[in-house]
């Protein structure tokens, strides 16, 4: 697959319409391992996790406005998977109940841009995140224009093997 052949890509193109409802108040998701291997993932977990904070964030939404800044709270996607994943990775797809996904590349995890580490927050401003928001919601703190990035209701955090 080309790196610019979208059509081949599941994750690929982004897209936020149709908003639909908020999926169900489960807040649980499945980590897939490269081997097939998964484990359902609850925010107990992550909660046992080291926990970080990341202020002046903002939900920018395609069509529905930009809300903020709040603070996010939850653990780094980069502590998250080197805690349930012993194996080398590359990148990670986290995927939304709906569908909607990204890709997370470990240079991204292991070098964060100033604005703050990647997380799956399961709080906000403090709060735990309502079902409207996202049980768990990936938050890239650098992201300002689209949203693209961020991935609300956590369905599913796929690890992809590193590559040779």
């Not at 809300?67 to 990670?92: N, Q, R």
């Not at 986290?94 to 569908?99: E, I, P, Y």
Request: aromatic share 6%; proline share 9%; charged share 20%.
């Amino acid at each position: 697959m080309s790196p610019h052949d979208e059509t081949a890509d599941p994750l690929q193109p982004h897209s936020h319409e149709p908003n639909p409802a908020p999926p169900s108040a489960d807040s649980s998701f499945e980590l897939v391992l490269e081997n097939g291997r998964s484990q359902t993932i609850t925010v107990h977990h992550l909660q046992q996790l080291p926990k970080t904070s990341v202020g002046n964030c903002y939900i920018v939404s395609t069509g529905h406005g930009t809300s903020g800044p709040f603070t996010f709270t939850g653990v780094t996607l980069l502590d998250f998977t080197t805690h349930f994943c012993e194996e080398a990775w590359s990148e990670l797809e986290v995927v939304s109940a709906d569908g909607f996904g990204n890709r997370v590349f470990a240079g991204e995890l292991h070098q964060p841009d100033p604005a703050g580490p990647i997380l799956l927050a399961y709080e906000m401003d403090g709060e735990p995140l309502t079902r409207e928001h996202g049980l768990v919601r990936m938050i890239v703190p650098s992201e300002r224009d689209d949203a693209l990035r961020q991935v609300k209701w956590v369905g599913e955090v796929r690890v992809v093997r590193k590559r040779p």
